[in-house]
């Protein structure tokens, strides 16, 4: 292996273990704010939470192409979030034989809140200026982004 070459791997699994320490810090304060809206609330449920505040009213099998789970796990998480007055298994407008699943209002301020505290709560990233943001949520796009997904595999 030439210098550049050792030099380039390295690099690698130096970013590599920045992103598995950065996940693991970014799950642990999901859990936390999973708990802040209700403290039986799993982390997957935030995560459907979220999900819909985003994408609005879905099918169950589009939230779970989304998420890339089974339908089943959908509909397990779906019920509880039922139960906790989260989210509301409405019949669809387009199809009222079809039932897509909604956010109560009351889980649509409650997610607004945690969506934004993650990044802003902890000052990690205070000293950054705006062009520095938009830099590194553009490296974090190319990183997930389908092309770059498919070229790995």
Not at 55 to 84: F, N, Y
Not at 112 to 125: C, E, P, R, Y
Not at 140 to 148: A, I, K
Request: aromatic residues 2%.
């Amino acid at each position: 292996m030439t210098p550049q070459e050792l030099g380039r791997t390295k690099a690698l699994h130096e970013v590599e273990e920045n992103l598995r320490l950065l996940t693991e810090t970014v799950r642990s304060r999901m859990r936390d704010a999973a708990k802040g809206i209700d403290p039986t609330l799993p982390l997957f449920g935030l995560k459907m939470l979220q999900l819909l505040k985003r994408e609005g009213p879905l099918h169950s099998g589009a939230a779970a192409d989304l998420l890339m789970v089974d339908k089943s796990v959908i509909s397990r998480q779906s019920r509880q979030l039922e139960e906790l007055g989260l989210i509301e298994v409405q019949a669809d407008p387009r199809d009222g034989r079809a039932r897509v699943l909604v956010l109560t209002p009351a889980a649509e301020e409650r997610v607004g809140a945690v969506q934004t505290g993650i990044m802003l709560d902890s000052h990690i990233l205070d000293d950054w200026s705006a062009e520095e943001l938009h830099e590194f949520a553009g490296y974090l796009s190319r990183l997930r982004s389908p092309s770059t997904l498919a070229d790995a595999s």
